[in-house]
């Protein structure tokens, strides 16, 4: 069965720290992994996805994501957090010969930045 | 920038009652999704949709759910009597090219409560 787990519900950082959200999969076969954003009152929006390139996947504001086979991990990071990374963070996967479009969501991280 | 615009982004309702939410996809996008979110849990696939049918549906999506592209812009979610399990947020999402590794673009979401 596929599976995403985000370990943390919840994420407070200082600005300017490290920000490290994590996302694990379950799946015997590589799927295509994808992080989502959620502002406050808005869509999703697609920060970054890995699709079988490269395993360090750079993103939109300075995020970017590790895909780990040996792990099945996807985390997400950002060397320095600012106020307005302050959102909801959705780790997601696709697989090769599902129905296109199909994402399986983890249960998302809100993120908290201090100043 | 082009974007997916959901109505109502709020709806209460009466247990037992239809009720429709409304989704504008971008306007060269030819694949189209609903997703849900119960509070506190993970998003769900739904339904997706393309040339005028569905290409698939999860286990949610039963007889109490249709979908329609009633004309060249909308694509409608319709719940014909509501149970209180249908308490969601539901996202609507549009893609252009339907692939497992494609961006899907989400709306902002249509919260529904049913009492």
């Known amino acids: 069965a596929q599976s995403v787990t985000q370990l943390g519900s919840h994420v407070s950082v200082s600005e300017g720290a490290l920000v490290l959200l994590r996302c694990n999969y379950s799946s015997s076969v590589p799927p295509y992994l994808f992080w989502y954003v959620q502002y406050p009152n808005q869509g999703l929006q697609l920060l970054l996805k890995y699709t079988s390139a490269a395993t360090l996947v750079k993103g939109i504001n300075g995020f970017e994501a590790e895909f780990k086979k040996s792990e099945t991990s996807f985390h997400l990071t950002k060397p320095s957090a600012h106020m307005s990374d302050a959102a909801e963070y959705f780790c997601?996967?696709?697989?090769?010969?599902?129905?296109?479009?199909?994402?399986?969501f983890g249960r998302g991280t809100q993120l908290t930045v201090w100043p | 920038e082009p974007e997916v615009t959901q109505t109502p982004s709020h709806q209460v309702t009466q247990m037992g009652q239809e009720v429709i939410l409304r989704c504008v996809p971008i306007?060269?996008?030819?694949?189209f999704y609903w997703y849900r979110q119960i509070l506190g849990q993970k998003v769900e696939f739904l339904v997706s949709f393309y040339n005028n049918e569905i290409s698939e549906k999860s286990e949610i999506f039963d007889d109490q759910f249709s979908v329609e592209r009633p004309d060249g812009s909308n694509f409608t979610l319709k719940i014909r009597s509501t149970k209180l399990e249908d308490s969601a947020m539901y996202f609507c999402a549009s893609s252009e090219t339907g692939s497992n590794t494609g961006e899907l673009f989400f709306g902002e979401g249509s919260r529904l409560t049913v009492l």
């Open positions: 306007s060269n996008h030819l694949y």
């Open positions: 997601a996967v696709s697989y090769r010969g599902s129905t296109l479009g199909r994402l399986y």
